[in-house]
């Protein structure tokens, strides 16, 4: 089955204790982005990816930092967290990227509570 | 300042009747815009993409229309259902070789018996 994958989908931590959520897809995609959602602020865009070793800042990629070793990994690392990125996290991904129309596909998201 | 606002935030309606959810944009170069429902708690999924040259796509009871002159796109939803309760959230890509998407907040759809 077509899909992208996360990992944990519930995590509760600490302030300061670095931590990885995984995010994987299976469908050969070139690009793969992270977001965060927030009441009230709608889907914000942290980091992207267009293809192994190529990524970029997206809307508010402060506190994070992503890599992408492998195509269908991309994970998302918080070296510190802090409370403020207490949040629900999408993973996506998708054919091309550019000019591009394909369909963007999301993971089942990652609840965060940072105390 | 590239902007996405969506209206309603909010609707309430009747299952079994229609509703239209409207997009404004002011992404410029412009590359297509993407409309996504999302249920509580889960990921957002897209029910179309429309280029510049598109001006009306259907995927089942929603159609999308696009008037990129004016830069404005409607959702319309035909015979509700209780299923359709859920955000729906317009994105616009912009063009020139960028990958950025603008997002919408959202108008969160409560379809009610």
């Known amino acids: 089955e077509a899909q992208v994958t996360q990992n944990p989908r519930y995590l509760i931590t600490v302030t300061g204790k670095k931590l990885t959520v995984t995010c994987s897809q299976n469908m050969n995609h070139e690009y793969m982005s992270w977001y965060r959602q927030d009441p009230g602020l709608g889907l914000r865009q942290i980091y992207y990816s267009m293809n192994v070793e190529v990524t970029d800042k997206g809307d508010v990629p402060e506190g994070y930092k992503v890599s992408r070793k492998e195509k269908r990994n991309f994970p998302l690392i918080l070296e510190s967290p802090s409370p403020n990125q207490t949040s629900l996290y999408f993973c996506a991904s998708s054919f091309g990227g550019g000019q591009s129309p394909n369909e963007q596909f999301f993971g089942p998201g990652t609840r965060l509570t940072v105390l | ?113």
């Open chain 2, 1 to 113: 300042k590239n902007q996405v606002e969506q209206s309603p935030q909010s609707l309430i309606i009747l299952e079994g009747k229609n509703c239209t959810l409207q997009c404004n944009y002011t992404v410029s170069p412009f590359s297509n815009l993407r409309w996504y429902k999302q249920d509580t708690g889960r990921g957002p999924v897209s029910l179309t993409i429309m280029t510049f040259s598109e001006n009306t796509k259907s995927n089942g009871r929603y159609t999308a229309t696009l008037d990129a002159d004016t830069k404005q796109s409607s959702l319309h939803i035909t015979a509700s259902q209780l299923s359709d309760s859920a955000s729906y959230i317009c994105v616009v890509k912009g063009g020139a070789g960028s990958y950025q998407l603008t997002f919408g907040k959202g108008t969160k759809l409560s379809v009610i018996p």
